[in-house]
């Protein structure tokens, strides 16, 4: 499956994003779905993930910022970021896993992966 992110941008501290990850096919409650983010000189790390049944996990420092939702009819996932700070500031990757997880969190469960897009916060 292919995956193509979109929404990403530069806004200000406390400002709002919305990121949107669009499938090639049809992967709305059979696959897990996940948002990571990369920061220059960081590792990749997780932000939420959604497994088929639907059942979220966030990240420590996004929750409550952050919400993932999908969209079956669009085969689409999205993040909505609220509450933006500067440490936000990565690129971010979709990801989807045919099946089940162990860890929803950890990239390497994933072998499907969207091209990146960044996000700026200052």
């Known amino acids: 499956v292919q995956l193509v992110e979109s929404g990403g941008g530069s806004v200000q501290v406390g400002g709002s994003l919305r990121l949107s990850c669009v499938a090639s096919?049809?992967?709305?409650?059979?696959?897990?779905m996940g948002w990571f983010r990369q920061a220059p000189g960081r590792l990749r790390e997780g932000v939420a993930s959604m497994d088929a049944d639907g059942n979220l996990r966030y990240a420590e420092g996004v929750k409550g910022r952050f919400t993932l939702s999908r969209f079956n009819d669009k085969k689409t996932f999205d993040l909505q970021m609220d509450s933006l700070k500067p440490e936000d500031t990565a690129t971010y990757y979709c990801?989807?896993?045919?099946?089940?997880?162990?860890?929803?969190?950890?990239?390497?469960?994933?072998?499907?992966w969207g091209q990146g897009t960044q996000v700026t916060v200052s």
């Open positions: 990801a989807a896993h045919a099946g089940w997880v162990d860890d929803g969190l950890n990239e390497k469960e994933y072998n499907n």
């Open positions: 096919g049809d992967i709305i409650g059979r696959y897990c």
